[in-house]
T-cell receptor, first 113, second 112 residues
Framework: DAGVTQSPTHLIKTRGQQVTLRCSPK?????VSWYQQALGQGPQFIFQ???????QRGNFPDRFSGHQFPNYSSELNVNALLLGDSALYLC????????????FGPGTRLTVT | GESVGLHLPTLSVQEGDNSIINCAYS??????FIWYKQESGKGPQFIID?????DKRQGQRVTVLLNKTVKHLSLQIAATQPGDSAVYFC???????????FGIGTKLQVIP
C-alpha cells in the first residue's frame, strides 16, 4: 500500500516564475492538506481540499492556489515566485474531514533563485 | 538529505537514557495535541496524540503529558535509541478542524 507520494522531489525556479507541485494521497484517503516548511521551522498550513473544494486556508496570499482531482490527487500552484517561497512543501492526506490522523508525504524541495 | 534541524533547540541524550522534550502552546481553544517525528529527508511522522480532556497518554516507549493550566506539553521517550534521532514537533488542532499548527521543533541527538 503506497503512502503519500509527491512529485517532483526537488525543483529549482527563478523569481517571477510559476510552479506546480503534485500529490497523490494514501490509498483510501480523500482529504489532502498542503504545508510549507521553511528551513529550521515547523510546517505551516497552506490549505486543505476535500471533494475537490478548498475547505480551510491558512495565512497565505492568493499566489498560492490548489486543485483536487476526482481521484483525490492534488496540485499546489504558486505564481510570481519570490525568494521567500523557497521551502519544503509537504502534502498530507487523511480519510475524511473529521479528526483523523494525517499522513505526510516526503515533500518537494523548492528553491527559488 | 533534507536538513530540518538547523537553528533548532537541541537535546543530546545518551543511548539507553530517557528523553524528555517539552513544548509550550498558546491557543487555549486547542483540544487535540500531536507529537510528530521528522527525520532528515522525510515528512513528519505521527508518534502519539492526546485530547484536551486527558493529562497523560502512553504508547510504545513514549508518553505524552498535557498540563492545560500552564499550556505545556511534553514527550517522554524511554530507553532512547539511535533511531530516535530526529526533529520532534508538537502540534495542536482545534475541535472539528484538521488544520494543524506546529510548534518550534526540537532536535534530538542520541549519543551511542
Amino acid at each position: 500500500d503506497a503512502g503519500v507520494t509527491q512529485s517532483p522531489t526537488h525543483l529549482i525556479k527563478t523569481r517571477g516564475q510559476q510552479v506546480t507541485l503534485r500529490c497523490s494521497p494514501k490509498s483510501g484517503h480523500d482529504t489532502v492538506s498542503w504545508y510549507q516548511q521553511a528551513l529550521g521551522q515547523g510546517p505551516q498550513f497552506i490549505f486543505q481540499y476535500y471533494e475537490e473544494e478548498e475547505r480551510q486556508r491558512g495565512n497565505f496570499p492568493d499566489r498560492f492556489s490548489g486543485h483536487q482531482f476526482p481521484n483525490y490527487s492534488s496540485e499546489l500552484n504558486v505564481n510570481a515566485l519570490l525568494l521567500g517561497d523557497s521551502a519544503l512543501y509537504l502534502c498530507a492526506s487523511s480519510p475524511g474531514l473529521g479528526e483523523y490522523e494525517q499522513y505526510f508525504g516526503p515533500g518537494t524541495r523548492l528553491t527559488v533563485t | 538529505g533534507e536538513s530540518v534541524g538547523l537553528h533548532l533547540p537541541t537535546l543530546s541524550v545518551q543511548e539507553g537514557d530517557n528523553s524528555i522534550i517539552n513544548c509550550a502552546y498558546s491557543n487555549s481553544a486547542s483540544d487535540y495535541f500531536i507529537w510528530y517525528k521528522q527525520e532528515s529527508g522525510k515528512g513528519p511522522q505521527f508518534i502519539i496524540d492526546i485530547r484536551s480532556n486527558m493529562d497523560k497518554r502512553q504508547g510504545q516507549r513514549v508518553t505524552v503529558l498535557l498540563n492545560k493550566t500552564v499550556k505545556h506539553l511534553s514527550l517522554q521517550i524511554a530507553a532512547t535509541q539511535p533511531g530516535d534521532s530526529a526533529v520532534y514537533f508538537c502540534a495542536e488542532r482545534g475541535w472539528g478542524y484538521q488544520k494543524v499548527t506546529f510548534g518550534i521543533g526540537t532536535k534530538l541527538q542520541v549519543i551511542p
